[in-house]
């Protein structure tokens, strides 16, 4: 049996959101560069899509970060897997994360992207669930704030399936079979 999922955000909805999005910081960075770090793999999707939405001169670099464990939660332990391959000295550094759920990864990374002297530092994730956070984290922008539950699609996984989904959804039921 197959996995039942049920569409929380469609399609055009998010496409709409990002596009306003990239007008927000398309008009906060007012003709300056900017550097938007992909944090891999959950914010691919979202990353492309902004990117194509920011009318400035923009460079991209990308990250990858593992919170031991996994479970769907995260364990506040992270690890660097991948780190940026250039320097964000000096800067217009925009992070780009599919979801802040407690904030733990988001706080641990801001934290060390802070040290390396950006000119400016700045967090926009596509989801947020704030009633889940154990950290004062939030996004500078921030698409969509959604309840306590678990989503998968453009770019979330569940055990790696289902970042394909153009829309987020969110398992209604667990078959043994997946998309
Ligand atoms: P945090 O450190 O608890 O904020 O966890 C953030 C990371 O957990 C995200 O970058 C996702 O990889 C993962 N995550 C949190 N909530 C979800 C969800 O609902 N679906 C899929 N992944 C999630
Ligand atoms: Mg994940």
């Known amino acids: ?18 596009a306003e999005l990239g007008a927000e ?9 900017v550097h938007l770090v992909c944090i891999l793999k959950g914010s ?7 990117a194509q939405q920011i009318k400035l001169p923009l460079t991209m ?18 690890r660097l897997s991948k780190d940026l391959d250039d320097s964000i000295e000096g800067k217009n ?8 759920d407690t904030g733990r990864t988001l706080k641990y990374l801001l934290g060390l992207l802070s040290q390396r002297k950006p000119k400016a530092l700045k967090l926009c994730t596509l989801l947020s669930k704030p009633a889940r956070r154990v950290t004062e984290i939030e996004g500078d922008y921030t698409g969509f704030e959604i309840p306590d539950k ?25 078959g043994d079979e997946r998309e």
């Open 150 to 174: 678990f989503v998968v699609g453009y770019g979330l996984d569940f055990a790696e399936h289902y970042r394909n989904l153009p829309y987020i959804g969110v398992i209604e039921e667990l």
């Open 61 to 78: 670099d990308f990250m990858r970060v593992a919170s031991y464990g996994e479970g769907t939660t995260s364990s506040g332990i992270v």
């Open 25 to 33: 910081i398309t008009k906060d960075f007012e003709g300056e560069p």
């Open 93 to 100: 550094v925009v992070v780009i994360e599919d979801i802040v």
């Open 44 to 50: 691919v999707f979202f990353t492309c899509a902004l």
């Open 1 to 18: 049996m197959k996995d039942i999922i049920s569409v929380m955000i469609p399609e055009d909805e998010l496409q709409k959101r990002i």
